[in-house]
Structure formats: C-alpha cells, structure tokens
T-cell receptor, first 113, second 114 residues
Framework: TQLLEQSPQFLSIQEGENLTVYCNSSSVFSSLQWYRQEPGEGPVLLVTVVTGGEVKKLKRLTFQFGDARKDSSLHITAAQPGDTGLYLCAGARWDNYGQNFVFGPGTRLSVLP | SAVISQKPSRDICQRGTSLTIQCQVDSQVTMMFWYRQQPGQSLTLIATANQGSEATYESGFVIDKFPISRPNLTFSTLTVSNMSPEDSSIYLC???????????FGPGTRLLVL
C-alpha cells in the first residue's frame, strides 16, 4: 500500500492547457515537497510546503498544502513542453530513527507542442 | 541548497560482481540518504547514512547487500554487492542540509547488470 498516492499517473496535454496533479495520504506529514525529474537526471526540488493551507507560487506553478497536512496539489497554468517530466511528491515525517521522506509514485507529464 | 555529485554516472556490470557508488556534497551535512529508482518507477529509500553511526536500512534492504560508508560529513559510498539483473536501477543519493524539511538529490548512477 502506497503511503502517498498521486493522480493522475500519466497525463498528456497540449501546450497552453492547464493541469492539476494531486498528492494524497491518510498520514500527516511535517512538510511536503514537490520535485520534477527529467530523463537521465536526479529529481530537482520545486517547492517545500510546511504549513497547513499554505499556497506557494513559482511562476506558472501553484502549490497548495492541505489544511490537515495530508495532501497537496500542484497546478500548472499554460503548460509548456519544458514542463514535461516526472512530478514527484514526497512527505517528510519523523519516526524513532529520525526524519525520513516518503515518495509518491509520480505523475508523468507530457506537454505536446 | 547543496550541490551533489555521484560517480560513476553509469555502469554496466556482470552478474555476481560488486559496484561502489560515490556521493560527494559541497557542504557538510549530517543526513545523507540512498535511494533506488527502478525503470519507470518512483524512489524507494534504501538507507539513511548519518556520519558517526551505522546506516539505518529500510525494510527489504540489508547491509550485506548494500553496505554503506560515511567517513565524513561530505562523502558517502553505497556498494551494490553480488549483483543480479534485478539490481539494474538508478541509484540516487540525497542530503538534507538543514536537517529539516527538504532534500537535494545527486544526478544518479545508472546501473545495468547483465
């Protein structure tokens, strides 16, 4: 069972369209991160959200952390081919051994010109 | 943030051999993590490597198969031992420089086991 679920798993859209990717869990996280990974590269951090209800904007990307800190969304406005990649959400949590991070399965986005 | 490099960037290995992957960070960090990413999949945490203590392995990963060294605050190695084709994957190291809420990743090591 995935601790973090992402939807959709795959998304193919035309340039200029808007899209939203969701990251959901039944667990509470101290923070949540969104990464983008392009083929042949490691994941690159886009944003960290920490406070429940927090909204952060990064140019055409808008990130929201749910009030209960169990879910998050990533909205892209006017998608461009350069947005193509694997979008991963990751939740940070503390256990008996310290802090660790749990990754969702990813959303593979393809933006067609 | 942190700048992370990994060596090798890719390798093709024979079954039964071992490969050691190096991870170098441009600043001193307490927590380093090793992940595996199988083709088309998300990231799975192998272990957490803190300097001065033994690595903590996640369920399904054992020290004999994936021994880890953490000799100082800027460097770590992961060895994939007695490799089989099922070990073909991308291996990524990451750090949490603020000891808080964010990780930064290296570029990964692409391993193919024949």
């Amino acid at each position: 069972t995935q601790l973090l679920e992402q939807s959709p798993q795959f998304l193919s859209i035309q340039e200029g369209e808007n899209l939203t990717v969701y990251c959901n869990s039944s667990s509470v996280f101290s923070s949540l991160q969104w990464y983008r990974q392009e083929p042949g590269e490691g994941p690159v951090l886009l944003v960290t959200v920490v406070t429940g209800g927090e909204v952060k904007k990064l140019k055409r990307l808008t990130f929201q952390f749910g009030d209960a800190r169990k879910d998050s969304s990533l909205h892209i406005t006017a998608a461009q081919p350069g947005d193509t990649g694997l979008y991963l959400c990751a939740g940070a949590r503390w256990d008996n051994y310290g802090q660790n991070f749990v990754f969702g399965p990813g959303t593979r986005l393809s933006v067609l010109p | 943030s942190a700048v992370i490099s990994q060596k090798p960037s890719r390798d093709i290995c024979q079954r039964g051999t071992s490969l050691t992957i190096q991870c170098q960070v441009d600043s001193q960090v307490t927590m380093m993590f090793w992940y595996r990413q199988q083709p088309g999949q998300s990231l799975t945490l192998i272990a957490t490597a803190n300097q001065g203590s033994e690595a903590t392995y996640e369920s399904g990963f054992v020290i004999d198969k994936f021994p880890i060294s953490r000799p100082n605050l800027t460097f770590s190695t992961l060895t994939v031992s007695n490799m089989s084709p099922e070990d073909s994957s991308i291996y990524l190291c990451s750090v949490d420089p603020q000891g808080g809420e964010t990780q930064y990743f290296g570029p990964g090591t692409r391993l193919l086991v024949l």
